[in-house]
């Protein structure tokens, strides 16, 4: 029987300030800068998450993506664990030292209230840049359905 999702939308983070060392950022309803971003349910499937970077320092090469439950970034809920996905960073077509990465997630996530660190229509997505001495400044969108 297919699945039949009854919500969807995505949850935001502004200004996501990422290095070299691997940073969890949390990501919810942030309505001041997108209107329209919501918490994240309880209970989804994450669909994707979108990266865009600007003030990129340092030449980056890639970016290595995952999702955690925790505000530590301990406790991740996609394949691959803490070693994370990675992409080639892409450059923006007409901004400088702008980028982006979309990587496509399809995991299903459910709020733990047992887990240390989490906090109900939060999840957190950990980052990290290629390189040393490397920056860059992200919003971050999670797409999730429910």
Not at 22 to 40: C, E, I, L, Q
Request: glycine share 8%.
């Amino acid at each position: 029987m297919p699945i039949t999702w009854k919500k969807h939308g995505y949850s935001y983070a502004n200004n996501a300030s990422i290095t070299h060392d691997p940073s969890a950022h949390a990501v919810t309803a942030d309505t001041t800068n997108s209107g329209r971003s919501y918490t994240v349910p309880t209970d989804a499937n994450i669909q994707s998450v979108e990266v865009y970077m600007t003030s990129l320092s340092g030449s980056p090469a890639s970016l290595t993506m995952y999702l955690a439950r925790d505000s530590s970034g301990d406790v991740a809920f996609t394949p691959g664990g803490t070693t994370g996905a990675t992409q080639t960073i892409k450059a923006a077509m007409t901004t400088s030292n702008a980028g982006h990465c979309v990587f496509a997630v399809d995991s299903d996530f459910h709020f733990d209230e047992n887990v240390s660190g989490a906090a109900a229509g939060t999840i957190y997505v950990v980052l990290e840049l290629s390189g040393t001495s490397t920056s860059a400044t992200a919003d971050v969108r999670v797409n999730w359905r429910a």
